[in-house]
């Protein structure tokens, strides 16, 4: 099997696994999607951990940073669950599951709460346990880590607390994957002049226009379908707004994956992992979404205001 | 004019300069608190750059970090303002006044979204416009540099959103000063058992215990104070109370000034810069406050609850 297969392959069934998820997303307390943000944000955490892994110059505390990781994504958590039972739709099991909620989540303040407690114990913990030299490395690294994988990701669940929020996921989802496959593709097939950048020596100009129609045609596919299937009850996207939110988006997607790409360069590595064949390792593979999933939720609000909120 | 002299003569003025802040805190909306909040989070900021400053290794990125870092205070900043003028104690200037507030200030989602642009900004603008070698540490340092500094100090703002903050600011600021002024004058003039701490070698445990003293005597004052002129109502410490949160407070004095210690060995620098007479930089004077501010904040919220909120 050849790589190009085996990237298809592999992307085909972790796209169908999302898809399952995004459609059970309400299954017992909305557990898919937190479970599967929880394996996709340690992953990736654990990979760019190795990655600046310096040795003698400078190491991630990984077992802080894996806690506080999940700290953050639960936090995430608790706000959804307790917005879905404010919100009347659901009965929640028992007034004492809605004490701990209020105690788990006040407001976002609990998030910023987290993130205070993590950087002052990350610095802590370091100058009890660990060695002087190469400790600010070693606390930086470890606290960026958590930021750049597990912080972005969470937001995922907030698109889940937002008119059509679902709608809005998948199409943010599927405008990210495309740029990556249509950039892929025509930059193979087509690519002949060469961008010239040092961190991605590869990367076409014609690879960046392929990934800009890959994605402008499959969102406005995505609201097509939405609005065909009664699912949206109208277009959120005007033809100007999808091209403002295409390069956007394909803007987002470029800068995620050469990010990345920094990352391993620095660390002097080709792939993050060899975890998915034909991608390489998780951050390979969700490196656009860390950029679009987040700013893309924060786009919307901002674009559409009380509509969605 | 001796070292310890210079300590006292630059920290009393110093003092004087935090109580006038406090005493006309709500002058012209705020504005001495916020500008003072200001200086000594870039002031901190710039040291900690300084500091962290590897050359070929590796550099922060100045002008990222303290343009974030101030949108992270006038976030904080944006919130107070919102938190009195709907607590309608006070009179908006105008409709767009508290349309712009909303706007800047939808709630602490704001802050977050401030953060994770941060994040994302510090890691692109490595990737597009500096060098590969080094980027993870770059943007590692330039982030966790403006939460240490920023983030934990913009957290004084909340404060004076809570009843009694101005009680409880002062009261936690005191506590750690004298920590710090105990623990100085109990290790000059009786510490004969060195606490043996690579970090610090100097420290003693005579020291911890005269700050651990000094903490408890200053903090049962401020609160003797504070109910005799009818600041606050009645005594939120009791005595039991009190031991706990002196442990707390005076632990998180040591811990911070043993982070920055850790901070300024790791870079071989003596002192952070030499701004204050006695005390040295900025990072030297408020290292603890970074740690008992918003911890000391949180500790209050959860401890007191709807009493103070």
Redesign the interface.
């Known amino acids: 099997m050849n790589e190009t297969v085996k990237r298809i392959l592999s992307g085909m069934t972790l796209a169908a696994m999302a898809i399952a998820v995004i459609y059970w997303y309400d299954f017992f307390y909305w557990v898919l999607p937190l479970l599967f943000i929880i394996v996709f944000s340690q992953t990736a955490l654990i990979e760019f951990y190795r990655?600046?892994d310096r040795g003698a110059s400078?190491r991630p505390m990984f077992l802080t940073g894996m806690l506080f990781s999940l700290l953050i994504t639960l936090g995430y958590y608790a706000g959804l669950l307790k917005h879905d039972f404010l919100s009347e739709e659901y009965s929640p099991p028992s007034g004492f599951f809605i004490d701990a909620l209020n105690f788990l989540y006040p407001?976002?303040?609990g998030?910023?709460?987290i993130?205070?407690?993590f950087?002052?114990s990350a610095?802590?913990y370091?100058?009890m346990f660990r060695p002087?030299?190469?400790?600010?490395?070693s606390?930086?690294?470890t606290?960026?880590g958590v930021?750049?994988t597990s912080?972005?990701l969470s937001?995922t669940l907030l698109y889940f607390q937002i008119t059509d929020g679902i709608f809005f996921l998948l199409f943010i989802i599927t405008g990210t994957l495309f740029t990556d496959i249509g950039a892929y593709f025509a930059g193979k097939f087509l690519g002949t002049h060469n961008a010239g950048l040092?961190?991605s020596p590869n990367k076409t100009y014609e690879g960046f226009a392929g990934g800009f129609i890959a994605s402008l045609i499959s969102m406005w596919g995505v609201q097509r379908l939405a609005v065909n299937y009664q699912f949206i009850e109208e277009f959120y996207f005007d033809f100007t707004d999808l091209i403002i939110v295409t390069v956007f988006i394909a803007a987002l997607t470029v800068?995620g994956d050469?990010?990345e790409?920094?990352?391993k360069?620095?660390?002097e590595k080709k792939d993050s992992a060899s975890l998915i064949p034909g991608h390489g390792g998780m951050l390979d593979l969700i490196d656009a979404l860390?950029?679009t999933l987040?700013?893309g939720y924060?786009y919307i609000i901002i674009r559409f205001g009380n509509a969605v909120l």
Chains 1, 2 share one sequence.
């Open positions: 990655l600046s400078g407001s976002d303040s998030i910023l709460f993130i205070v407690l950087i002052l610095m802590a370091q100058m002087l030299h190469g400790a600010i490395y606390a930086g690294v606290v960026i930021m750049y912080l972005t937001h040092t961190v800068i050469l990010v790409s920094m990352i360069r620095d660390a860390l950029f987040p700013l924060y």
